[in-house]
């Protein structure tokens, strides 16, 4: 599967974005499709997955401000961002674990991903 992020850029304090993920290729319900980025001088972290029944999974930093959700039938993964903050300034990855039955924090057992978009939030 290939996977193609959009929706980045640059918001201040309180702000909000969209970023969407969409992927080709067949058998989209099989995977396991997550949220990752990746600040300056940092190691990608978690933030968000979507099992394949659609149950959303938040890192504590996020939860309560950013929702995760799946289409299956556009065979895409959203990640709306509101009350962003300059810590979450970061660029994104979008990543699928083929046949994952449940979601994973450890970005190795992520087999796809996509090329990352870049969000600044400034203060």
């Known amino acids: 599967v290939q996977l193609q992020a959009s929706g980045g850029g640059m918001v201040q304090d309180g702000g909000s974005l969209r970023l969407s993920c969409a992927a080709s290729?067949?058998?989209?319900?099989?995977?396991?499709l997550a949220w990752f980025r990746q600040a300056p001088g940092k190691e990608r972290e978690f933030v968000a997955a979507v099992t394949r029944n659609g149950s959303p999974f938040y890192a504590r930093s996020v939860k309560g401000r950013f929702t995760v959700s799946r289409d299956n039938a556009k065979n895409t993964v959203t990640l709306q961002m509101n009350n962003l903050k300059p810590e979450d300034t970061a660029v994104y990855y979008c990543?699928?674990?083929?046949?994952?039955?449940?979601?994973?924090?450890?970005?190795?057992?992520?087999?796809?991903w996509g090329q990352g978009t870049l969000v600044t939030v400034s203060s």
């Open positions: 290729g067949p058998a989209f319900i099989n995977y396991v």
């Open positions: 990543g699928a674990d083929f046949g994952g039955l449940q979601v994973t924090l450890d970005e190795n057992n992520y087999e796809y």
